[in-house]
């Protein structure tokens, strides 16, 4: 067994959906699982299940991803990063002596041929449009044409599954934090991987074997005006470099990382947002280390609302507010009563997205902020606040600004088109913030400004820790 764990019963059953139960048949080849936002091997529950479901049936296992070259906003840097990760699994994988069949396709499309010899298909989940989209169109076809084919969907990429945590949109961290914080315990429920009793490699050809990323890449019609991060690389050895690194020395500075001079969050995102890393084995090792007395209880509250609350309340966010990627349904009725009262005051600065990414603004601030977002495809969570709050004071129209804030975010963030994306900048538009003091272009929407950035840190030294970065980019 992997991970010295326990075996896989520990497994809330309420991360498993069975939609569709086939007619019992002998005469399968395989199990599927369908690796699509979790695209990792440890700490997968959908993983975990399919392992557990083939050496139920005692089949062999065969595991799918489907790579297309038109996903929304995606470009070089994202596929590079994903790739990276995608290797990995590859490898784990076939040393677990379980196939890997990689499709250059997009998935809901080239998973169907492998349906048709697969007793069960086990899926993740994904709380984006798009991926409700691919798993519908997958499941509607398996409901017309495979009477024999049970589906299970397996929510691995939260700690809590949204319907679990709440049934409805909440109003912000302070509604959800108590729902989430009485049923967590549940929900620390990886039990670790079973190895396949059934150790065959199925043959389906993919359509690369993952050996040279470049070579792939270029074959790919893909936007690949924005090159790969040289700071940040994709996979699970690289995520749990961070998060061992960031548990052993920042973790008990974590209180003060809201400082943006100093480098004391995890960089966890965009491991998170490829389903790299599991947010369980996050939470898991950080209560391990609390317990071991290593982490203050100060620390471990303060990153756990960020982890837990935040992280989830993006995604209760996303699943109950339909509207979330549309400027005006994405957030609340009084912001948009204060955008049209402040719609026609006088914008004293008005700036191009060419301003913005060539850092020709006025304000040194922002303009570090859009270096480090560029070169490295990251931005600290404080300037991410200040950088769009700018954006909006700069914009002709709250529209536009809501426009121009979602494209830098999603083309240049490795961790962009994220539930955390739409939820972020919503918020920077009065989604589960609260109404402030009138004033200026803003209204009633929160405020950032320069004066307030230099009263509270040493914003000399965020402009030196930038420049030090992008000199190795
Ligand atoms: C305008 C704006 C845009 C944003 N765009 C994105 C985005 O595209 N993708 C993205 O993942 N996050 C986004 N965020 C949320 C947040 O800034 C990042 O998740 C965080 O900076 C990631 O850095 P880290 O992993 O080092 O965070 P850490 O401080 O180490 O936190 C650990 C984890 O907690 C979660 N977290 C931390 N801060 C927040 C937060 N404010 N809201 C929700 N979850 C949080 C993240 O999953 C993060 O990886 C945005 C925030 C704003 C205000």
Same mark, same amino acid.
């Given at each position: 067994?992997?991970?010295?764990?326990?075996?896989?019963?520990?497994?809330?059953?309420?991360?498993?959906?069975?939609?569709?139960?086939?007619?019992?048949? +002998?005469?399968?080849?395989?199990?599927?699982?369908?690796?699509?936002?979790?695209?990792?091997?440890?700490?997968?529950?959908?993983?975990?299940?399919?392992?557990?479901?083939?050496?139920?049936?005692?089949?062999? $296992?065969?595991?799918?991803?489907?790579?297309?070259?038109?996903?929304?906003?995606?470009?070089?840097?994202?596929?590079?990063?994903?790739?990276?990760?995608?290797?990995?699994?590859?490898?784990?994988?076939?040393?677990?002596?379980?196939?890997?069949?990689?499709?250059?396709?997009?998935?809901?499309?080239?998973?169907?041929?492998?349906?048709?010899?697969?007793?069960?298909?086990?899926?993740?989940?994904? /709380?984006?449009?798009?991926?409700?989209?691919?798993?519908?169109?997958?499941?509607?076809?398996?409901?017309?044409?495979?009477?024999?084919?049970?589906?299970?969907?397996?929510?691995?990429?939260?700690? =809590?599954?949204?319907?679990?945590?709440?049934?409805?949109?909440?109003?912000?961290?302070?509604?959800?934090?108590?729902?989430?914080?009485?049923?967590?315990?549940?929900?620390?429920?990886?039990?670790?991987?079973?190895?396949?009793?059934?150790?065959?490699?199925?043959?389906?050809?993919?359509?690369?074997?993952?050996?040279?990323?470049? $070579?792939?890449?270029?074959?790919?019609?893909?936007?690949?005006?924005?090159?790969?991060?040289?700071?940040?690389?994709?996979?699970?050895?690289?995520?749990?470099?961070?998060?061992?690194?960031?548990?052993?020395?920042?973790?008990?500075?974590?209180?003060?990382?809201?400082?943006?001079?100093?480098?004391?969050?995890?960089?966890? +995102?965009?491991? $998170?947002?490829?389903?790299?890393?599991?947010?369980?084995?996050?939470?898991?090792?950080?209560?391990?280390?609390?317990?071991?007395?290593? =982490?203050?209880?100060?620390?471990?509250?303060?990153?756990?609302?960020?982890?837990?609350?935040?992280?989830?309340?993006?995604?209760?966010?996303?699943?109950?507010?339909?509207?979330?990627?549309?400027?005006?349904?994405?957030?609340?009725?009084?912001?948009?009563?204060?955008?049209?009262?402040?719609?026609?005051?006088?914008?004293?600065?008005?700036?191009?997205?060419?301003?913005?990414?060539?850092?020709?603004?006025?304000?040194?601030?922002?303009?570090?902020?859009?270096?480090?977002?560029?070169?490295?495809?990251?931005?600290?969570? /404080?300037?991410?606040?200040?950088?769009?709050?700018?954006?909006?004071?700069?914009?002709?129209?709250?529209?536009?600004?809501?426009?121009?804030?979602?494209?830098?975010?999603?083309?240049?963030?490795?961790?962009?088109?994220?539930?955390?994306?739409?939820?972020?900048?919503?918020?920077?538009?009065?989604?589960?913030?609260?109404?402030?003091?009138?004033?200026?272009?803003?209204?009633?929407?929160?405020?950032?400004?320069?004066?307030?950035?230099?009263?509270?840190?040493?914003?000399?030294?965020?402009?030196?820790?930038?420049?030090?970065?992008?000199?190795?980019?």
């Amino acid at each position: 067994m992997l991970n010295n764990q326990k075996s896989g019963d520990k497994m809330n059953p309420n991360r498993i959906n069975n939609i569709k139960t086939g007619i019992v048949t +002998s005469e399968k080849s395989y199990v599927l699982y369908w690796m699509q936002q979790s695209q990792r091997v440890y700490y997968n529950h959908a993983l975990e299940h399919a392992i557990n479901r083939a050496n139920e049936l005692e089949l062999p $296992l065969v595991v799918f991803f489907g790579l297309t070259p038109n996903y929304p906003d995606a470009n070089h840097r994202h596929y590079q990063f994903m790739l990276e990760g995608l290797k990995e699994v590859k490898f784990v994988l076939e040393a677990m002596h379980i196939s890997f069949v990689f499709k250059l396709e997009s998935p809901e499309k080239a998973i169907l041929p492998l349906l048709t010899e697969a007793d069960t298909l086990v899926m993740d989940y994904g /709380y984006m449009r798009h991926q409700k989209q691919w798993r519908q169109k997958v499941w509607d076809y398996a409901n017309r044409h495979l009477k024999e084919l049970t589906i299970d969907i397996v929510d691995t990429d939260v700690i =809590v599954p949204v319907d679990e945590a709440s049934n409805k949109a909440e109003y912000g961290a302070y509604t959800l934090r108590p729902k989430l914080h009485k049923i967590y315990n549940e929900y620390r429920d990886y039990g670790g991987l079973l190895e396949v009793n059934q150790p065959t490699f199925i043959k389906i050809g993919s359509d690369d074997d993952l050996s040279d990323i470049d $070579l792939l890449i270029s074959k790919l019609e893909i936007d690949k005006t924005v090159t790969p991060s040289l700071i940040y690389h994709g996979g699970y050895t690289h995520a749990k470099a961070h998060l061992i690194d960031f548990l052993t020395y920042k973790i008990n500075q974590y209180p003060l990382s809201n400082n943006p001079g100093d480098d004391l969050t995890s960089k966890l +995102s965009m491991y $998170l947002h490829f389903g790299q890393i599991s947010s369980l084995e996050i939470l898991d090792s950080l209560i391990e280390r609390f317990h071991s007395n290593e =982490v203050t209880q100060e620390a471990y509250l303060a990153f756990f609302e960020q982890l837990l609350v935040r992280r989830e309340l993006a995604f209760n966010y996303v699943t109950y507010h339909k509207g979330y990627d549309r400027f005006d349904s994405m957030t609340e009725p009084w912001a948009y009563i204060t955008m049209k009262e402040h719609h026609h005051d006088d914008r004293l600065y008005l700036y191009t997205i060419q301003d913005y990414v060539t850092f020709k603004t006025h304000d040194p601030y922002f303009n570090a902020a859009m270096k480090e977002m560029v070169y490295t495809g990251y931005m600290h969570n /404080y300037m991410r606040m200040y950088w769009a709050k700018k954006i909006i004071e700069w914009s002709d129209t709250f529209e536009e600004a809501y426009k121009t804030i979602i494209e830098l975010n999603n083309k240049y963030f490795i961790d962009g088109r994220d539930p955390n994306s739409y939820a972020g900048v919503a918020w920077c538009f009065g989604k589960h913030d609260r109404a402030w003091t009138e004033r200026l272009i803003f209204g009633k929407l929160r405020y950032m400004n320069a004066t307030g950035l230099e009263r509270k840190f040493d914003m000399d030294k965020y402009i030196n820790r930038v420049n030090e970065l992008i000199s190795f980019s």
